[in-house]
């Protein structure tokens, strides 16, 4: 895979984190910037207060009446509240004064389709739009001003002043990486997390380079002396490759004894049993507890920094070092790849899937007779790496659509491959 991505199909939904602020008045509103103005309303639609976000919107467009990023926000929130005449008109006039802007083409389509069918799947329709329209890449240019609230260093503050909460505190601080005031204090508090798995993905995240090397090593130590037994006797091998790998140089081949212990690890029944779903939901419940206002993208940013797979992608590395086995040698490490890639890519998360069929090519690699299934996991890696670029393009956390982010987020934590296989079908 490709390391996981924090804001890979699965991350790209918008993060919006911030507690409620008072209303500023009309005339300091009206002050504003009108980009900053286009930007507070969009934001509003996407957390659901859209008797809000269209009062506002409607203040900018008598201001500016051919500001297409207000059109564009103006047609999203009647969409979203079921005035399809209304938005019908919006759409017409934000094509007539940005016609070579594709979020107008996207809105005029999912105009159509959601009065055909008032009742259907949001995120059905949004990508039958998105195709009619010709697939356009909204990473590129969009029409709404740049410096939408996303996950960083002022949510992770967010999530801190809301909650003491150790397991709280430092899965907000693994989503982006923790600072070094945050290292130090996980280093302190780090004995009163008890969650195996987000015990497990904070070793993940101080196994790469950090700012407090003091606190890098405590904690590394501590996880060690924690993990160690929990390794041992697990029945997946998330983290049993984890520790057998974590603490080795990745230019260095396989020994006798490490092929050893991955034949046993890959022999394993399950790579992970915890469910995505369920990281999500006790994410959620995490951001709840902690007074986030709207934790729904920040729970799935969570439960995504919660996977890290970082000791497939180690194990990658060391495989590929190991040139020189004997054949015998390379065979069984073609076996073990091969039979380890299958469990991690049961995963129905796109990285998951991804990290699985790498490792999985890179066993057929080594396995004779293998072509015919090394070809068929190739073709799909090529179109799960054209399914991330697709997700991509789409920048899902610029459509200020409540419901379609609902649908995909449920659509994502239900199976996230078969999901976005919709996004590249012909």
Not at 104 to 110: C, I, K, N, S
């Amino acid at each position: 895979m490709m390391a996981p991505r924090r804001s890979l199909s699965l991350l790209s939904l918008g993060v919006l984190l911030a507690g409620a602020t008072p209303a500023p008045s009309v005339d300091e509103a009206q002050q504003k910037p009108i980009a900053d103005r286009i930007r507070e309303s969009a934001s509003q639609a996407r957390q659901g207060a859209l008797s809000e976000a269209r009062l506002e919107i409607a203040s900018v467009l008598k201001a500016a009446p051919k500001e297409p990023g207000a059109l564009m926000v103006q047609a999203c929130v009647l969409l979203e509240q079921g005035a399809l005449d209304a938005a019908a008109q919006t759409v017409a006039r934000l094509r007539e004064v940005a016609p070579e802007q594709a979020e107008g083409r996207v809105l005029e389509a999912l105009v159509r389709l959601r009065r055909a069918n008032p009742a259907g799947e949001w995120r059905e329709a949004f990508i039958a739009a998105w195709i009619e329209a010709g697939r356009p890449d909204f990473g590129v240019e969009s029409l709404l001003p740049e410096g939408t609230p996303g996950w960083g260093p002022e949510a992770i503050r967010a999530v801190w002043r809301g909650t003491q909460a150790p397991d709280t505190r430092l899965l907000a601080a693994l989503m982006v990486g923790p600072s070094q005031e945050q290292q130090r204090w996980i280093a302190s508090h780090l004995s009163e997390v008890a969650d195996p798995d987000l015990l497990r993905a904070t070793l993940e995240t101080f196994h790469s380079e950090v700012m407090d090397e003091t606190a890098r090593r405590q904690i590394q130590a501590s996880l060690r002396e924690r993990l160690t037994p929990l390794a041992a006797e697990s029945r997946e091998s998330q983290l049993p490759l984890l520790m057998l790998l974590e603490h080795t140089a990745q230019e260095a081949p396989l020994t006798e004894e490490e092929l050893q212990a991955l034949e046993r690890i890959a022999a394993l029944p399950r790579y992970r049993t915890t469910s995505f779903a369920r990281l999500y939901s006790d994410a959620e419940r995490r951001m709840k507890v902690a007074g986030i206002q709207a934790p729904v993208d920040g729970a799935f940013m969570a439960a995504v920094g919660e996977l890290a797979l970082v000791g497939p992608m180690v194990l990658f590395n060391r495989a590929k070092a190991s040139t020189e086995l004997p054949e015998e040698e390379r065979i069984r490490l073609g076996r073990a790849l091969w039979t380890l890639g299958e469990r991690i890519a049961e995963g129905n998360t796109l990285v998951e899937r991804l990290v699985g069929l790498r490792q999985m090519e890179q066993g057929a690699r080594l396995l004779p007779g293998f072509d015919v299934k090394r070809a068929a996991v190739t073709a799909d890696l090529a179109r799960g790496r054209a399914m991330a670029a697709a997700s991509n393009q789409i920048h899902l956390d610029v459509w200020p659509l409540p419901s379609l982010h609902r649908d995909w987020l449920k659509a994502s934590l239900d199976n996230e491959w078969k999901h976005l296989s919709a996004l590249v079908a012909p």
